[in-house]
Nanobody, 124 residues
Framework: VQLQASGGGLVQAGGTLRLSCAASGRTVSWSSMGWFRQAPGKEREFVASITWGGGSTRYADSVKGRFTISRDNAKNTVYLQMNSLKPEDTAVYYC??????????????????WGQGTLVTVSS
């Protein structure tokens, strides 16, 4: 599975971005997918996840109410809509696929394949 993340950029605080992650190589329709982020000098942290059918989503407390994860299985793509962005949201955002447990867990170890990351910078 190859994952291509896009949509990052520079935005002012309070602004909006929409990240996309397109999968290729095999269908991910039956797999949970997640978004993680890593800020400079910090560990990679969970942002959001969605199960294969989209019926269950999870969010980190820091983004709950501001970010929305969704997926389009026909396009083999997962999205992360980010509203009310804050400077502390600045990080490289990674998408990932869990083809094994399919639980959409919060730990990176549950995910088998990772995209290359897209940089989000929020200025104050």
């Amino acid at each position: 599975v190859q994952l291509q993340a896009s949509g990052g950029g520079l935005v002012q605080a309070g602004g909006t971005l929409r990240l996309s992650c397109a999968a290729s190589g095999r269908t991910v329709s039956w797999s949970s997918m997640g978004w993680f982020r890593q800020a400079p000098g910090k560990e990679r942290e969970f942002v959001a996840s969605i199960t294969w059918g989209g019926g269950s989503t999870r969010y980190a407390d820091s983004v709950k109410g501001r970010f929305t994860i969704s997926r389009d299985n026909a396009k083999n793509t997962v999205y992360l809509q980010m509203n009310s962005l804050k400077p502390e949201d600045t990080a490289v955002y990674y998408c990932a696929v869990d083809t094994t447990t399919n639980l959409g867990g919060r730990l990176p170890l549950y995910y088998d394949y990772w995209g290359q990351g897209t940089l989000v910078t929020v200025s104050s």
